[in-house]
């Protein structure tokens, strides 16, 4: 779907309501004139079967390409898993025209901005979650949520009026949700983290072996 497919309650290209990130993303664009450097739009199908929540852009991926997990090492393993399961049509993102298609899955942030130091404060991350949660009450019931990382994986309930008490995150945890979606939450694909073995391919496999199961 291009930007302009999704409707202002889910996402805005023009959006300034955080002061911090805006400025921030103003500066970034003189050092960088050829980044995006702006909220960048969900990717993927119009109608999802799963839909992959990550944290929000990084600086030299998805801030400087516009497309979720493009051009970063938290987008390897992310999209060579997409692949291997059968929801993309190839195995690496490099950028929005590398010909990259995503099937039966899209791919959201819980903060569509840059945030500086990769941190985006609580203000900011409750003032997005307005766009992320017009995109869960788009789905479908059946869909399957996967949100990478714990402050996805709190956005997300924040979006959708639960409890962080009754749904505690965890790697590989699954949740049937009243509005009949399904969470399931995995450490996040990121440098960090695969580089320090808290998340291997095989444990973000499971995750998917868990995902194909319900989707089918």
Do not use: W
């Not at 949100?147 to 994986?153: K, S, T």
Request: overall charge positive; proline content about 6%; charged content about 20%.
């Amino acid at each position: 779907m291009k930007n302009s497919e999704f409707p202002a309650e889910i996402f805005d290209l023009d959006c300034r309501q955080c002061p911090r990130l805006s400025q921030f993303l103003d500066g970034v664009k003189v050092e960088h004139p050829d980044y995006h450097a702006r909220p960048v739009a969900p990717f993927g199908v119009r109608n999802p079967r799963i839909l992959v929540v990550g944290l929000a852009p990084g600086m030299h991926g998805a801030n400087a390409t516009g497309r979720p997990f493009t051009g970063d090492y938290a987008g390897i393993l992310l999209y060579e898993t997409l692949y291997k399961f059968g929801f993309s049509n190839q195995a690496e993102a490099s950028a929005r025209d590398d010909g990259l298609k995503l099937t039966k899955c899209r791919i959201t942030n819980a903060v569509k901005c840059l945030p500086p130091a990769n941190k985006p404060t609580g203000a900011e991350i409750k003032i997005c979650n307005q766009f992320l949660k017009a995109e869960l009450e788009s789905l479908n019931k059946g869909v399957v949520i996967l949100a990478l990382g714990g402050i996805a994986h709190k956005s997300v309930l924040s979006a959708l009026g639960l409890k962080q008490s009754d749904y505690k995150f965890g790697h590989g945890v699954e949740y049937s949700l009243p509005n009949g979606l399904t969470l399931i939450s995995s450490y996040h694909c990121s440098r960090y983290n695969t580089q320090t073995k808290r998340l291997t391919g095989k444990m973000f496999e499971d995750v998917f072996k868990k995902i194909t199961r319900l989707i089918d």
